[in-house]
């Protein structure tokens, strides 16, 4: 299915089967389009260490034909410390552009260990929770996880209060900017991560600013919370959503 699906959207891909491994099920139980509960069925244990090198043989093969990498870490077992070795490895060799983003719904993980990334986009309990701070103000919080992993700029997302960006390419300064959430009535939040993180990195590594990708990452976002389920979004969905914005014309 994963295969048909993107071979559909036309997506280069390299998939590597874990026979020992069930297939990630997660089942969400919905009533007039308001999710009530979630069942999750998963092995989260590091990937064994024969696919482990198959994984890390493939990122080495692959990297030079690149311009950045995305890790979007579940916490499943497969960004084990030895793929994120070779990843920053490659990075370095490469001079590839790294995106981070890591999901802690149910469990546990630290997005710390995303160190010299020239992106991360976590939100603010994946924040607080790598850095055991419950009670500081958010301003606190974005200087903390910035000196700590040492990325170039920080995206913290805030659900409906939108996002703020930290960019942190100036020697002598952070500069920041909030972004405000452009859905007024989100149906489904599932996917607005995902599309923000797709978005920024495609835009980085097309040559865009870090203000101007978060721009782009909101109208995609707001796009992805008025679909039920996480479903691809076009490039002419986030077209007419900019002209929308921008121009306050609903159509092209």
Same mark, same amino acid.
């Given at each position: 299915?994963?295969? *048909?699906?993107?071979?559909?959207?036309?997506?280069?891909?390299?998939?590597?089967?874990? *026979?020992?491994? &069930?297939?990630?099920?997660?089942?969400?139980?919905?009533?007039?389009?308001?999710?009530?509960?979630?069942? !999750?069925?998963?092995?989260?244990?590091?990937?064994?260490?024969?696919?482990? %090198? *198959?994984?890390?043989?493939?990122?080495?093969?692959? =990297?030079?034909?690149?311009? #950045? /990498?995305?890790?979007?870490?579940?916490?499943?077992?497969?960004?084990?410390?030895?793929?994120?070795?070779?990843?920053?490895?490659?990075?370095? *060799?490469?001079?590839?552009?790294?995106?981070?983003?890591?999901?802690?719904?149910?469990?546990?993980? %630290?997005?710390?260990?995303?160190?010299?990334?020239?992106?991360?986009? &976590?939100?603010?309990?994946?924040?607080?929770?790598?850095?055991?701070?419950?009670?500081? #103000?958010?301003?606190?919080?974005?200087?903390?996880?910035?000196?700590?992993?040492?990325?170039?700029?920080?995206?913290?997302?805030?659900?409906?209060?939108?996002?703020?960006?930290?960019?942190?390419?100036? &020697?002598?300064?952070?500069?920041?900017?909030?972004?405000?959430?452009?859905?007024?009535?989100? /149906?489904? +939040?599932?996917? =607005? @991560? %995902?599309? +923000? /993180?797709?978005?920024?990195?495609?835009?980085?590594?097309?040559?865009?600013?870090?203000?101007?990708?978060?721009?782009? @990452?909101?109208?995609?976002? !707001?796009?992805?919370?008025?679909?039920?389920?996480?479903? !691809?979004?076009?490039?002419?969905?986030?077209?007419?959503?900019?002209?929308?914005?921008?121009?306050?014309? &609903?159509? /092209?």
């Amino acid at each position: 299915k994963a295969i *048909k699906e993107l071979d559909k959207l036309e997506i280069k891909h390299i998939l590597l089967e874990d *026979k020992e491994r &069930p297939t990630t099920f997660k089942k969400r139980y919905v009533v007039e389009n308001q999710k009530v509960f979630r069942v !999750s069925k998963l092995d989260d244990k590091d990937i064994p260490i024969e696919i482990e %090198d *198959k994984l890390i043989k493939q990122i080495e093969k692959n =990297a030079k034909n690149c311009k #950045g /990498i995305i890790v979007s870490d579940f916490v499943y077992g497969v960004i084990t410390p030895r793929i994120l070795s070779c990843i920053n490895k490659v990075a370095r *060799k490469y001079n590839l552009f790294l995106f981070g983003d890591l999901q802690c719904s149910t469990q546990v993980g %630290d997005v710390t260990k995303f160190k010299d990334f020239s992106v991360i986009c &976590p939100n603010e309990k994946e924040a607080r929770m790598a850095l055991k701070d419950k009670d500081s #103000g958010l301003e606190i919080i974005c200087q903390k996880l910035i000196a700590n992993t040492s990325s170039n700029a920080l995206i913290l997302t805030l659900g409906a209060e939108g996002l703020i960006v930290y960019d942190n390419n100036d &020697p002598k300064r952070i500069i920041r900017q909030a972004f405000p959430s452009l859905s007024v009535n989100p /149906i489904d +939040l599932s996917g =607005a @991560g %995902d599309s +923000l /993180i797709a978005i920024i990195s495609t835009s980085i590594c097309s040559g865009a600013s870090i203000m101007n990708s978060a721009a782009l @990452g909101t109208c995609m976002s !707001s796009i992805a919370v008025q679909n039920m389920g996480n479903k !691809s979004i076009q490039a002419y969905q986030v077209k007419e959503k900019l002209l929308e914005v921008t121009l306050n014309k &609903p159509e /092209i």
